[in-house]
């Protein structure tokens, strides 16, 4: 049985026993994420959702927070990833121009040889059409690039797949009250999972990780199933991350567990439960199928582009 004292480590045998029968479970974030990849990788983990779908299961809450955040973060490519300003508004041209002007007066700090003056004025000749075709061909690619996000939000392969995945039953109104109020304590001694949230949000939305976990925990009981849970949340209410550079009374955390889950998760999990869970991020969840799947190719075509995934989401 393990106890808080039990390291967090996985070994073989366990991992190969979580991925013949565990159930698959997404966060959130780890379903959000998939947005950032383009069409051909979009549908690529759509297969791999179609293909495991008799083993993935999503907490109503997750589906309630994808449900809520998934148009804004198809379109968000656009904004963080597209955004021409800082091309269209590039200054290179100008600021020559006026360091010109600057040495033209020869009589004053800074300035440069009539013979180096004349040469960069040839080559600004010669280059300021060039820098101009440059701009105009970058910001065409990325409005051909914003409207493909556009095209691909509208048929949102991401959404109508994960419609497609079993959800599970929300928690009535008086069961969510006792997950706060068992969350309120829970923060305020710092037991994971879920108390960075209360940092910067409120209501009952600084819960939303607990509620999941309290889901995960119900599911388990009832399909009497261990779980692989997948989600990019890496912060310290969830795996094990060294806390002591910014924090000096943080305890330093055995370097071969950073990166892995709590140790109050795993032994909270099999207490109520009786059975295991351990948690990947989405890359080293798609690391591990491009391991499973390699030597059966014929029953989804990765063709290698698995580890390209694997990458973008990294």
Known sequence: MRTIYTPSLLKKD????????????????????????????????????????????????????????????????????????????????????????????????????????????????????????????????????????????????????????????????????????????????KIPPGYKDSEDKDGIRQYGDLIIWKEIIKKAKDSNKDILFITNDQKADWVIVDETKNDKNAEKPNQNEIGNPRRELLCEFEEETGHNIWIYSTPTFIEKLEDIFQPKQHQLEFNGKLGIVRDVLR
């Open 14 to 189: 366990e991992e190969e026993k979580l991925w013949n029968n565990a159930l698959i479970v997404f966060d959130t974030c780890a379903l959000l994420d998939f947005y950032y990849l383009q069409k051909e990788y979009q549908t690529i983990i759509s297969e791999i959702l179609e293909l495991l779908k008799d083993r993935i299961w999503i907490p109503a809450q997750v589906k309630h927070e994808f449900e809520k955040n998934h148009l804004s973060v198809c379109t968000k490519p656009i904004t963080e990833k597209y955004s021409d300003k800082k091309v269209v508004n590039n200054k290179l041209i100008d600021d020559l121009k006026q360091n010109i002007a600057q040495w033209d007066k020869k009589y004053y700090h800074p300035f440069i040889s009539d013979d180096s003056l004349n040469q960069i004025k040839e080559i600004l000749v010669k280059i300021e059409p060039d820098i101009c075709k440059i701009k105009t061909i970058i910001t065409k690619e990325y409005e051909k690039r914003k409207q493909e996000i556009r095209d691909l939000c509208s048929k949102d392969i991401i959404y109508q797949t994960v419609k497609q995945l079993t959800i599970g039953d929300s928690f009535s109104f008086s069961e969510l009250k006792k997950i706060v109020f068992e969350g309120q304590s829970r923060y305020i001694n």
